[in-house]
Structure formats: structure tokens, C-alpha cells
């Protein structure tokens, strides 16, 4: 498993543009599928984004395609999700999750995941 550190959550306003960032310890980072989720309350946690071990394939959901873009930096053991024409609907907890040669065949969940950071609150007001 990976320690998991969340950063960059804040206050912006709708169509404005923030990126977080997750940190993880450990030398195997690169083998890790790296994920973002996100949770309101009294709502399940969602996904958002994902992105592969090896080839660094990317997914998202549908409500973020051609808004965020989640990328990672092996040298730094870091995946990023920058997030871009942010809407009030895009308020939630967001949360980093990591599984060693995780592969996907279908829209990730959350038991996909072993390893979960914090979370990071990210506001997005009208």
C-alpha cells in the first residue's frame, strides 16, 4: 500500500480553475493506477478520473470529460487533476486512491482502490 496526501482543494468561482495534487510515498509509485473520487454530503463517493500504471491510459466520467484532466509525474510520486470551467455542481470532497497493476474493463469504483488519501474540499461558488 501507498500513503496518499491531498493538496490544492480551495474556494473558486464557477468557471474559474484549480489543480490538486497527490503525493505518495513509496518506491513503486509507477506501478500504481492512480485515481480521483469525489463525495457530497449523503451521497455515495464517485469517480472522476483514473489513470493507469504502464501505458497511463485515462479515464473520466462523463461529467468531467473535456474539463479535468488527470495526468502524474513518476519522477515526483505525484498524479495531478487539473479541473478547468469548474460549476457549483463540481463542489465535493475529492479524494486520491491508488491500487498496485490495477487494469480497468469498466467504469472504476471505489472498491477498486486500496489506498485512499484524506481528501481535499473543493468549493466552487455561483
Known amino acids: 500500500q501507498v500513503q496518499l496526501v491531498e493538496s490544492g482543494g480551495g474556494l473558486v468561482q464557477a468557471g474559474g480553475s484549480l489543480r490538486l495534487s497527490c503525493a505518495a510515498s513509496g518506491r513503486t509509485f509507477r506501478t500504481y493506477t492512480m485515481s480521483w473520487f469525489r463525495q457530497t454530503p449523503g451521497k455515495e463517493r464517485e469517480f472522476v478520473a483514473a489513470i493507469t500504471w504502464g501505458s497511463g491510459r485515462t479515464y473520466y466520467a462523463d461529467s468531467v470529460k473535456g474539463r479535468f484532466t488527470i495526468s502524474r509525474d513518476n519522477a515526483k510520486n505525484t498524479v495531478y487533476l487539473q479541473m478547468n470551467s469548474l460549476k457549483p455542481e463540481d463542489t465535493a470532497v475529492y479524494y486520491c486512491?491508488?491500487?498496485?497493476?490495477?487494469?480497468?474493463?469498466?467504469?472504476?469504483?471505489?472498491?477498486?482502490?486500496?489506498?485512499w488519501g484524506q481528501g481535499t474540499q473543493v468549493t466552487v461558488s455561483s
Open positions: 486512491a491508488a491500487d498496485e497493476f490495477l487494469l480497468f474493463t469498466r467504469t472504476p469504483v471505489m472498491s477498486d482502490f486500496g489506498s
